[in-house]
T-cell receptor, first 115, second 110 residues
Framework: EPEVTQTPSHQVTQMGQEVILRCVPI?????FYWYRQILGQKVEFLVS????????KSEIFDDQFSVERPDGSNFTLKIRSTKLEDSAMYFC?????????????FGPGTRLTVT | RKEVEQDPGPFNVPEGATVAFNCTYS??????FFWYRQDCRKEPKLLMS???SGNEDGRFTAQLNRASQYISLLIRDSKLSDSATYLC???????????FGKGTHLIIQP
């Protein structure tokens, strides 16, 4: 069964550093998403991406964040100048279409620890 | 007011019991409704979509009441493997992301 993959599984970085989290969505999917989950909190939507453009973004997704599809398979989330409060699990997801009923498949996540 | 509200639990129930979860959502523009399951430190996985007419998938039954903005999940004949956090999720439509509740923690006891 096809699945979303994410690397690395765990990233430790110092405050102020830049990190890039990587995702490989399911191959025939066209819509890509990033979510985060702070420990003990709910899963929160960050951004959706289609056709090499951001489709929607939440208020969490400020200028510190950017997304890119650098090639035909990878989808990345860059966090510039990380803060302690960026420590969280970051999940990538993809779907075939963006219609309301289309399932989003989640990757296993990257645990980001900012020290 | 929280967008998606759930009783956090934990719900401790014996194996074989029936357990029900409820959820309310605040945005009347929500178009799609789901229950996801999340195991500890793992990604959310879709359990089932929820339709206005109600739907069943094996031991799981989901109901939606749009007028009351209320969603429910019923698990019959619970198994030890049902122990997890159950996430109520809504979506407005288009390219919007999913809006998650904080989840209800279920513990099935032998």
């Amino acid at each position: 069964e096809p699945e979303v993959t994410q690397t690395p599984s765990h990233q430790v970085t110092q405050m102020g550093q830049e990190v890039i989290l990587r995702c490989v969505p399911i191959s025939n999917h066209l819509y890509f998403y990033w979510y985060r989950q702070i420990l003990g909190q709910k899963v929160e939507f960050l951004v959706s991406f289609y056709n090499n453009e951001i489709s929607e973004k939440s208020e969490i997704f400020d200028d510190q964040f950017s997304v890119e599809r650098p090639d035909g398979s990878n989808f990345t989330l860059k966090i510039r100048s990380t803060k302690l409060e960026d420590s969280a699990m970051y999940f990538c997801a993809s779907s075939e279409e963006h219609g309301a009923s289309y399932e989003q498949y989640f990757g296993p996540g990257t645990r980001l620890t900012v020290t | 007011r929280k967008e998606v509200e759930q009783d956090p639990g934990p719900f401790n129930v014996p194996e074989g019991a029936t357990v029900a979860f409820n959820c309310t959502y605040s945005n009347s523009a929500s178009q799609s409704f789901f229950w996801y399951r999340q195991d500890c430190r793992k990604e959310p996985k879709l359990l089932m979509s929820v339709y206005s007419s109600g739907n069943e998938d094996g031991r799981f039954t989901a109901q939606l009441n749009r007028a009351s903005q209320y969603i429910s999940l019923l698990i019959r004949d619970s198994k030890l493997s049902d122990s997890a956090t159950y996430l109520c999720v809504v979506k407005r439509g288009g390219a919007d992301g999913l809006t998650f509740g904080k989840g209800t923690h279920l513990i099935i006891q032998p």
